[in-house]
């Protein structure tokens, strides 16, 4: 992710954009904008970020950081109880979807943990999909 210098000329509210047939994307940090893809440099960012939004071009950097972007092979969140170590429960793979998933996420497993019935089937979310050919692939990650 790298951050702008200031940039007037955008809209003081702008919400988070995406390319989703790039993953470019965009939105506005403080006075300038965070931009980003899949690429891991500015450089390689540079020709797919002014495609879709040539007033970058125009605009100075002055930061950046990276992360890991934590994924299943399928881009899906792996959830459930670990059959093999009684009492584990787990809950990983959701990069930026634990935020928003997080707090349902964390009662399943309070569930789960104290034996109670789980308020809905995650099973579509057990690491056992993979072993039975069950996946499904997100298309929309950024």
Request: aromatic content about 12%; charged content about 20%; glycine content about 14%.
């Amino acid at each position: 992710m790298f951050f702008t210098d200031a940039a007037p000329g955008f809209a003081r509210e702008l919400p988070l954009t995406i390319d989703f047939s790039s993953g470019f994307y965009f939105h506005r940090e403080g006075g300038g904008l965070a931009v980003g893809g899949r690429e891991q440099s500015l450089e390689q960012l540079a020709p797919v970020a002014t495609r879709r939004l040539p007033a970058l071009a125009d605009l100075g950097f002055h930061s950046s950081f990276s992360g890991l972007y934590e994924l299943s092979p399928d881009r899906n969140a792996l959830v459930g109880s670990a059959g093999a170590a009684e009492g584990l429960v787990y809950a990983t793979g959701f990069s930026g979807h634990g935020f928003q998933q997080g707090p349902v996420i964390g009662e399943h497993l309070a569930r789960l943990t104290l034996g109670l019935e789980p308020v809905f089937d995650l099973a579509p979310f057990a690491v056992e999909r993979f072993a039975d050919g069950a996946s499904r692939v997100e298309f929309g990650v950024v």
